[in-house]
């Protein structure tokens, strides 16, 4: 896939695309976003169509991307969905207070710490990671206080039947082998919780699920 590419080394969106993806973001305004560096933003509320749309397309530039899961794996159907009007970063919020798809192509850092007042319904979410690389365990863990509450052992397996080879093999050579962390908002500063270790994705997804609501 010539588009993994863009997920090994930072490259910006080409100007014709970023044109392309913008004239399909329509939303209702929401708020102004304002970056330290770089011109500020407008954030929008949009419908699951044009987010899974906007995402879709965003992927195959982002960096890192296959940290992401395909958008064929979230229906976003009743999903409360954001993205900055240009369309270059956004999430989506699910009726059971899942964070979904959070991603930025912004040419400015900091997009997680400037939404962070729209996710404080948000109580879990999931990451793929590799026993190299937690940079977004570490972030959701600065930016929303959320702490581990189950890891599954290797996803390699599962996220070739759901992905493809090809994806697999890209990912195991550059990163080594997937599994996911599961992380959830606790309900005190210094509550404990044990990290249940999951063979099974969905048995992990259904555990997370039931614990936390």
Not at 150 to 157: G, H, L, S, W
Request: charged share 30%; proline share 4%.
């Amino acid at each position: 896939m010539a588009d993994m590419d863009y997920w090994h080394e930072y490259k910006e969106m080409p100007d014709e695309a970023k044109e392309e993806l913008k004239s399909f973001v329509k939303g209702d305004f929401v708020q102004m976003l304002h970056p330290e560096e770089g011109e500020s933003v407008a954030l929008l509320r949009v419908s699951s169509e044009i987010f899974n749309r906007a995402f879709a397309f965003n992927r195959k530039y982002l960096f890192r991307g296959d940290y992401t899961a395909p958008p064929e794996e979230n229906s976003y159907g009743d999903d409360e969905c954001f993205l900055t009007e240009d369309g270059l970063a956004g999430f989506s919020i699910t009726q059971s207070n899942w964070l979904v798809s959070l991603y930025s192509n912004e040419p400015w850092k900091g997009f997680l710490g400037m939404v962070v007042p729209l996710l404080q319904r948000v109580t879990k979410l999931v990451c793929i990671v590799n026993d190299e690389n937690e940079d977004l365990v570490n972030a959701y863990s600065h930016a929303l206080g959320f702490k581990i509450i189950a890891r599954t052992v290797d996803d390699k397996e599962i996220m070739t039947e759901y992905y493809g080879e090809e994806f697999i093999e890209n990912f195991v050579r550059n990163y080594g082998h997937p599994h996911h962390v599961f992380m959830y908002r606790p309900r005190t500063e210094d509550e404990e919780i044990e990290i249940k270790v999951f063979e099974d994705y969905f048995e992990a997804e259904a555990y997370v699920d039931k614990e936390v609501l």
